[in-house]
């Protein structure tokens, strides 16, 4: 016999049993074969999709109103539906992929405009505020040591801002003359005050300056605010020369000595290293006119601008070091605390990048979020079969009104997501569309938790004073262990990348 121009076989080809229809009475199998004619696969794609879209569709329509699928389903009515779990991890994966998409969180590396002092132009504010700090010296060795201090503060904030920033650096500067100019000025006072000579005044305004110069210059000569890279390699084999010495010094044996000169060489190291990329990302800042720029991108190309802080664990002394103070497990072989060492390393590493770029935390968690779903849902349907003991249900029953709860809860999010998306390429056109969008926003929010309220007391059938407590009492203990459950994933998930 044929169909269709094409020779159908007597037998099925799968259990070989007689055929007496389209499909095998004994496994089910189609006679079509996909593979011997493409109009026979397009065929049976779009009977497979149509089939599967009206389940589906089915299954949303009744899902927006509480408890219905649950109840159904529960009730024997199966084949009219998609099965829950199916439902929940097509839901689950489509969202928070929709959601990577439309979230995004980009940190603002933008320059930001900087308000330029023109050259001698002194603020009044400022000027005020220094000589009112300076009034409440009583002697000239006050106003040295009140003047000392304040241009030591601004010497480091001025060796902070690399040279090439030269309106920035201005401001400091205009700042130090108002410092010095409120300070002699107290100077006047107090040596008119005390009958000093115009002579003894000005000698003292001399000494003062001097003192001033030698602490601006001590102020400088600090590895994480030099000037320039030639200061930076100098200053760093300065503070190494005496570690080597040490280091060379100490014999073999002396394992906890050694291992503090080399983390000590190493803190020297980063921060030269950290110092040498500020200067060279300033620089290019500098060079490349309103480029918008990246600290990820930055940081890879030029190094890590930021110097972490020592790493310790568990009490240590000495911070963690992979290779020179890693973490020890007594207990544990050899290679397990070689893992668990890597494991923070790369965690170290990536909380780094993510501090520059909060787009990875975001997809991280957003990558994780489905995985604590999925993880839970056995844990929320172990709540309602402890909430609701005594209700004749068992924990297969519970698990079922648990999946179609975490359906909707990511057709909502879903829904959520469309709007944001939405919101993002409508609203820059249409102002007007972003009330509407909001509005939407806060009554998805507002319905959700009272959908899953109706839910819980359409399908257990309970009073509302029970069911309210009961809903509370589950919610706030689930959406705790949901808020561990994606911290704990998303943090795995950065360690992994």
Known sequence: MSEKGHDVPSHCENCNAPLQGHYCHD??????????????????????????DGRIFRTLRDLLSPGRVANNYLAGQRARYVAPLRLFLVLSVLTFFFAQMVIHVDKGDAAKPMVQLEDGVSSNKNSAKQSKAFAKATSIADVEQIRRKNLADLAEARAAIPAVLLHARKAIDVAVDDVNRAADGRIDAIGRGTGMSAEQIVAAKADGARRAAAAMETAKQNLEKAADLATVQRLREERLAPHHVKLAALPTTAAAARRHELNEIRDINIAAGCRAAQLQIADATSTEGDRVRKESEDARIYGDPDCYDRLTLFGSEEPWDEETNPLVIGWAPAFFNHWVNRQIAHGRENVSRAQKDPGLWVRALFAAVPSALFLLV??????????YLGSGRRYLEHLVIALYSHAFMCLAMLALFVLIGLDNAISPHWGGYGWISGILV????????????????????????????????????????????ATFLALASLVRM
């Open 27 to 52: 496994c089910g199998q189609s006679v079509v074969n996909p593979v011997r004619d493409a109009g026979h696969a397009l065929e049976e794609v779009f009977e497979s999709f149509w089939h599967l």
């Open 378 to 387: 056995p844990v929320f349907a172990l709540l309602l079969k402890l909430a």
């Open 442 to 485: 806060t009554l998805l929010w507002i319905w959700l938790p009272v959908y899953l309220l109706l839910m819980q007391k359409r399908v257990y059938r309970n009073g509302w004073p029970v069911t309210v407590l009961r809903y509370l009492v589950i919610g706030n203990l689930y959406f705790v262990l949901l808020a561990f459950a």
